[in-house]
């Protein structure tokens, strides 16, 4: 008789060692930065395109702190630069709570709420108006900054709020102290002031369908340009030379029959010249705020 070969019993498998879960976003955290980022996405939309915001009228506090210096940093508007603050501490929110995570979640939200805090005092003090969009973003910052320093991981080695706050509070008001000085002039060269007449005159062109048709090596287009000063980006202007000088002209001012730049188009009317802010408003039936005076 054959003899029976006895199979190897088969191997136990290896027991697979467990996956580790992905660490939960920072909910609290996660959530205000996001309000924060909407917020603060609208405002740098609004500056950038020249569009009105909703519920801040050319004559309202609102328009007096958002048109003035303060509303600009560094060349780009101040709702920019919290944009950018937003974003880092919604990034942060993601990943393990680890202890340098949370020191600059920390760190970005005491800049914020300090920031905050020096244009709130500035808009009362010397502008003497409030913005509801600025006190909205302060609020939450204010949250968030609270949020952070209650979430403080027992696991530090070697920490001490004394030892945090006698470097953080010195270098933050150094920093406050310095952009302050560049707002008023000492430093290096002041944020420029947009005209109060001539931002509500752009807006209100904006508003009656006008358009301004140019080209950016044009220097007739500059002169006009210039008459608006820094709320020049507010106008309702078309690029007919997006390729530079000598390129084809832009469909939008072939379709318009735009021979001379600049040329505007009012109520159906064009006026191929550059035109004083007076010419503008008679045109327009521009009414300026009473605070505001008309321009040569």
């Not at 996956?19 to 939309?45: D, E, H, K």
């Not at 609004?46 to 060349?75: E, F, M, N, P, R």
């Not at 009012?266 to 505001?292: C, H, K, M, N, Y």
Request: hydrophobic residues 45%.
């Amino acid at each position: 008789m054959a003899r029976k070969t006895r199979g190897k019993p088969p191997r136990a498998a290896r027991p697979r060692p467990p996956m580790a879960a992905r660490p939960r976003p920072n909910w609290p955290i996660l959530v205000l930065s996001l309000i924060g980022l909407a917020l603060t996405a609208y405002l740098s939309w609004a500056a950038s395109s020249g569009s009105g915001l909703q519920g801040c009228g050319i004559d309202s506090g609102c328009d007096a702190v958002l048109s003035s210096k303060w509303a600009t940093l560094l060349g780009a508007p101040t709702a920019a630069w919290g944009l950018v603050a937003y974003g880092v501490l919604a990034g942060l929110a993601f990943g393990p709570r680890a202890g340098w995570r949370w020191l600059a979640t920390w760190i970005v939200a005491f800049a914020g709420v300090l920031y905050s805090v020096y244009l709130t005092t500035v808009s009362v003090t010397l502008l003497g108006a409030t913005c509801p969009y600025c006190l909205t973003s302060l609020a939450i910052m204010t949250a968030l900054f609270a949020v952070a320093t209650s979430q403080r991981p027992a696991d530090m080695p070697g920490f001490t709020w004394r030892r945090l706050l006698v470097r953080a509070v010195p270098a933050a008001a150094v920093l406050i102290t310095l952009l302050h000085l560049n707002y008023v002039g000492v430093l290096g060269r002041p944020p420029e002031v947009e005209d109060p007449f001539a931002r509500a005159l752009a807006l209100h062109l904006s508003q009656r369908g006008a358009k301004m048709y140019g080209a950016s090596w044009c220097p007739h287009c500059i002169e006009q340009k210039e008459m608006f000063g820094s709320a020049a980006r507010r106008l309702p202007y078309v690029e007919c030379s997006t390729g530079g000088q000598g390129s084809r002209q832009a469909g939008a001012c072939q379709s318009a029959g735009i021979r001379q730049y600049p040329t505007w188009i009012i109520g159906g009317q064009r006026f191929e010249e550059v035109l004083t802010l007076t010419r503008l408003a008679e045109l327009t039936s521009f009414q300026p705020p009473a605070q505001t005076s008309a321009q040569p």
